[in-house]
């Protein structure tokens, strides 16, 4: 499960007593990276939420700091964090965000470039390949 979506999901990350908000722009299974000026130096684990399409509450759980983006790969200054863990059943929630975002394919079914603008809005878009 690596497929990455590009996301506009309301965020926040937290080491110590400092706490950033900032915007999730892209979403795996294993890690988001999240828009900021304020970054957490590389190799800090986080504690971090994030608000997923429908969602009552948010995903919570700590991360790690794996990378700072100067804004060339993403076009956005941020952080690139990995999922270390979830607290209550945030793995789960997410597990149903992808089944429900990348279904089987079947042979007929073209690939499919997705976006999410904020909470109940998910654009399809077929690659042309």
Request: glycine share 8%.
């Amino acid at each position: 499960m690596d497929s990455r979506i590009i996301v506009r999901l309301k965020a926040k990350t937290q080491l110590g007593h400092r706490v950033v908000l900032c915007q999730a722009l892209n979403l795996s299974f294993t890690g988001m990276f999240v828009a900021t000026s304020m970054t957490f130096p590389v190799g800090s684990d986080v504690l971090f939420e994030l608000m997923l399409p429908q969602a009552r509450f948010p995903l919570e759980g700590e991360a790690r700091v794996v990378r700072h983006s100067s804004g060339l790969r993403e076009h956005s200054i941020g952080m690139g964090l990995t999922f270390l863990s979830f607290k209550h059943d945030g793995a789960e929630a997410l597990r149903a965000l992808w089944s429900g975002l990348f279904p089987p394919p079947t042979a007929k079914t073209p690939r499919q470039q997705l976006q999410i603008d904020g909470p109940q809005k998910v654009h399809h878009q077929a690659e042309r390949g």
